[in-house]
C-alpha cells in the first residue's frame, strides 16, 4: 500500500504555502549503515538550506533531475515547467544552443524548491546567468575533473594553483566540492559578456594553470590525450552547459551533496562527508562560505586579453559538445586517432 501524503508548512517571504508531499517516506537514498533518506527528510532538509541555496541558484533557470523511484531507478532531466507547475513558481524564456527558445523553470522561494522534491527532484542544476538577463553569466564556472588514476588531492592541487591564476586575473575565486570525485571553481563576474566570452575566458585561464602544470592538469577534449591528468572542463562554460548547485545533493548512495568550502579547508576536505544529513549542522558551525560572492563581482577583460594573446600565437578555438551546431573556428569533431585513420 503507497504511503499517506503528507501536508508540509513553507514559511516564505510572502506568506505561508502547504505543499502535499506524495510517498513521503519513499527512499530517495539508501543509506550504508542505517535507515534511508526519504523523500519527507530531503524536503526538511531544502527548508533548512533555502537560503543560501536559493543566493547559489535561485532566480536564474534550472534543470531538474529527477528520479521517481530514488536513485536506484532511473533518472531524467526536466528543463520546461510541467503540467500543473503551481503559480509559485516561475519560469522565464531561455534561448538554447540550438537557437530554440523554451520556457524554463525558476526557483525563488522556499516552497519552490519544496516542490521540486515533491516533483522526485534530486539535482538542481542552475544556469550561470540570471532569469534577469538569461544571456550574460554573471558566474566564470570552471571544472576540475579528475581522469582515471588521479584523485581529490590532484584536483586541490589543482584548484590551488587555479586560484593563483584567476586572482592574477583580477578575480576573487570561491570554491565547492562537486558532491563526486571534482572540485568547483566559481568566479562572480559583472554580467557584461555572452556566454561565448565567458568561455573564452575560462579557456584562456585553462591554458594558463595547463602552462605552469602541464604533467598535472589538461586541456585536452578528447579522453584519449587526456592521460592521469585533471581535466579542465571549459565546455561547462557554454550557454545551457550545468553543473550541480551549490547545496544540491548528487544521485550517489549516502545523499553526498556538492559544498561550498573555504579555501583553507580544502587541503583536508572529505566530500562524502557532507551530506543531507550534515549541512544543516555544518551551516549552523561555520556559516556560508559562499554568503558574500555576489560582493566580490569581477571582470574578465585580463582573461580575454590573455584569449587574444593565444590566438595571436596559434592556440584558436576548442572542441564544442556534440549537441552545439558547429562553431566558427572550431577544430573537427573528430577524435585524433580516427582523424587519422580518415587520411
Not at 274 to 289: C, E, K, N, Q, Y
Amino acid at each position: 500500500m503507497a504511503s499517506p501524503r503528507k501536508s508540509v508548512t513553507v514559511t516564505d517571504s510572502d506568506g505561508d504555502r502547504v505543499i502535499s508531499l506524495s510517498s513521503p517516506d519513499r527512499v530517495v537514498w539508501p543509506v550504508e549503515d542505517g535507515p534511508g533518506i526519504t523523500k519527507a527528510e530531503y524536503a526538511e532538509y531544502v527548508q533548512l538550506v533555502a537560503d543560501p541555496f536559493l543566493a547559489a541558484n535561485g532566480h536564474r533557470p534550472v534543470s531538474l533531475e529527477r528520479f521517481r523511484d530514488g536513485i536506484t531507478g532511473a533518472g531524467f532531466f526536466s528543463k520546461n515547467p510541467p503540467k500543473g507547475t503551481p503559480d509559485f513558481v516561475d519560469a522565464v524564456t531561455v534561448t538554447y544552443s540550438s537557437g530554440r527558445r523554451h520556457p524554463q523553470l525558476v526557483l525563488d522561494r522556499t516552497s519552490a524548491i519544496v516542490w521540486a522534491v515533491q516533483m522526485n527532484t534530486v539535482v538542481f542544476h542552475p544556469w550561470a546567468s540570471l532569469a534577469a538577463d538569461t544571456d550574460r553569466p554573471v558566474e566564470l564556472r570552471i571544472d576540475l575533473d579528475p581522469q582515471p588514476g588521479t584523485g581529490l588531492a590532484e584536483a586541490a592541487a589543482a584548484a590551488h594553483a587555479l586560484r593563483a591564476v584567476l586572482q592574477e586575473a583580477g578575480l576573487v575565486p570561491f570554491i565547492k566540492t562537486s558532491g563526486s570525485r571534482g572540485l568547483h571553481v566559481f568566479c562572480p563576474i559583472v554580467p557584461e559578456w555572452e556566454f561565448l566570452d565567458v568561455r573564452h575566458a575560462v579557456i584562456a585561464a585553462g591554458r594558463e594553470l595547463e602552462r605552469r602544470m602541464p604533467d598535472a592538469v589538461t586541456m585536452n577534449w578528447w579522453k584519449e590525450e587526456r592521460g592521469e591528468r585533471i581535466f579542465i572542463d571549459f565546455n561547462q562554460a557554454n550557454r545551457d552547459r550545468t553543473m550541480a548547485g551549490a547545496y544540491s545533493p548528487r544521485a550517489r548512495r549516502g545523499a553526498p551533496v556538492s559544498t561550498p568550502i573555504h579555501w583553507e579547508e580544502l587541503d583536508e576536505v572529505d566530500p562524502m562527508r557532507f551530506t543531507v544529513r550534515s549541512i544543516p549542522a555544518r551551516l549552523d558551525s561555520v556559516g556560508d562560505p559562499w554568503a558574500r560572492m555576489q560582493d566580490a563581482s569581477g571582470r574578465i577583460d585580463t582573461l580575454l586579453r590573455w584569449w587574444e594573446r593565444d590566438a595571436g600565437d596559434g592556440l584558436g578555438e576548442l572542441p564544442f559538445p556534440p549537441e552545439f551546431p558547429k562553431m566558427p573556428g572550431e577544430p573537427p569533431r573528430v577524435q585524433p586517432s580516427r582523424r587519422a585513420d580518415l587520411h
